[in-house]
């Protein structure tokens, strides 16, 4: 099945924009939803909607089913052990507080190290420096090569014995790099640290295998990945979630309840609080059957070929600056780039008029603007639906648009 004949299956994807059609360039953020995941959204809620674990009527049972198949499906998407290391969550963002709150503020104290890179999402930044400021530790950052990659030399220099978290993006939102975190956690793992994974943006582009990333932590979201928004995993080790305390409390996650006191449950339910994600988990499951029929190493294929050739074309207008490496075996399909003279917000307002969604702004990593020397940034991010006429089109768009600001200005 080519790009052409997926695009078929996005319903979202077939319409116009500002009477064009549309060319959805902005899946680094959300990725749209085939109809697969859309159908199986609407059977749940139209044939056994129910909460799960609870009731012994039928619905509540095939509700149950589903919802802990959708894990099972998890497990085998990112190769873990168990599904009792498979938790459900919000999404990436809620995954990396739970491990920051929940376990470094446990096994943090002052003195240690937490290390992270500039090219961090904030949710990879801000619950760090949070946790710092509570235990005393000290907040590291490794530094990047002028390319904005990582060398592994800067991480033996940058991780010490007295590091306890390394906590590294897999795919940078905005540069697009792919980093070695497979190196990088068994560097961290020699100085008795552990490895925590931001996987939002490799998880739906690459295949993920954890126990070969011997990450001790990996998070990621379903609407990243054509899946529904609202939901996520959160993989850890069997060993360090069991010595976890849980940072939300009530409903499913409880085991006895007495007067002053209670117990939890048993993973991966301690985590889980409250009524469940139950149809984003469908979806979800939904979402990686879909992928894995089309097949993730296609799905790397084509987006490292995209990627490369948009970075190819567009390298070719004048005044254009594309930040992160210009060598395409060390990137994926994420395009960051600005003309000069020309606000980010401005290039994407005037590429929305031509039907072409990019995004405009810090990306969530202002930290990492402040490395590029950039208060904002465009970004054309691809996907499976993508073609290599959407980038046609993106590469006309964008030499309208400059010679759009060279006439006005």
């Given amino acids: 099945m080519n790009s052409a004949e997926i695009r078929q299956l996005f319903p979202i994807l077939n319409q116009e924009v500002n009477g064009k059609p549309l060319v959805y ?48 499906k998890a497990r085998k998407f990112i190769n873990a052990k168990s599904t009792q290391e498979i938790i459900f969550t919000r999404g990436t963002t809620t995954a990396l507080n739970t491990v920051a709150h929940s376990y470094g503020t446990a096994n943090l104290r002052e003195g240690d190290e937490i290390v992270i890179t500039p090219m961090e999402h904030h949710s990879n930044i801000i619950p760090w420096q949070q946790v710092a400021k509570r235990t005393g530790a000290t907040l590291k950052y490794m530094p990047l090569q002028e390319d904005g990659t990582i060398s592994i030399e800067d991480a033996r220099k940058t991780i010490t014995k007295n590091t306890k978290i390394v906590s590294v993006v897999h795919i940078s939102n905005v540069l697009g790099v792919v980093n070695p975190v497979k190196d990088i956690a068994r560097i961290a793992h020699e100085n008795g640290a552990v490895m925590v994974v931001d996987g939002a943006q490799s998880a739906p582009h690459m295949k993920v295998d954890v126990q070969d990333l011997d990450c001790d932590f990996f998070a990621f979201s379903g609407h990243k990945m054509c899946g529904p928004t609202g939901i996520g995993v959160l993989y850890g080790k069997k060993e360090l979630l069991e010595n976890m305390e849980p940072i939300e409390f009530g409903g499913e996650m409880i085991d006895f309840v007495h007067d002053f006191e209670s117990t939890w449950k048993e993973l991966p339910w301690k985590f889980e609080a409250g009524t469940p994600i139950i149809a984003g988990a469908i979806g979800l499951g939904a979402a990686i059957d879909f992928l894995q029929d089309i097949g993730i190493d296609n799905i790397e294929a084509h987006d490292r070929r995209l990627g490369a050739y948009a970075l190819d074309k567009m390298s070719q207008i004048e005044g254009m600056t594309i930040y992160g490496s210009k060598d395409p075996s060390k990137r994926t399909g994420i395009v960051t780039f600005n003309i000069s003279d020309v606000h980010p917000h401005d290039v994407a307002t005037v590429l929305d008029a031509e039907g072409i969604a990019v995004r405009a702004g810090h990306h969530c990593a202002q930290v990492l603007m402040r490395w590029l020397k950039a ?16 980038i046609d089109k993106l590469v006309d768009g964008l030499v309208k648009t400059k010679e759009y600001f060279s006439d006005v200005f």
Wanted: charged share 25%; proline share 2%; no cysteine.
């Fill in 25 to 72: 360039l902005d899946s680094g953020a959300t990725s749209q939803k085939p109809v697969q995941v859309i159908e199986a959204l609407d059977k749940y809620y139209r044939e056994y909607n129910s909460n799960v674990h609870r009731g012994v009527h039928t619905l509540g049972t095939k509700a149950t089913d589903a919802f802990e198949g959708a894990r099972e």
């Fill in 375 to 390: 208060s904002a940034t465009a970004r054309a991010s691809m996907y499976l639906y993508n073609t290599e006429e959407d």
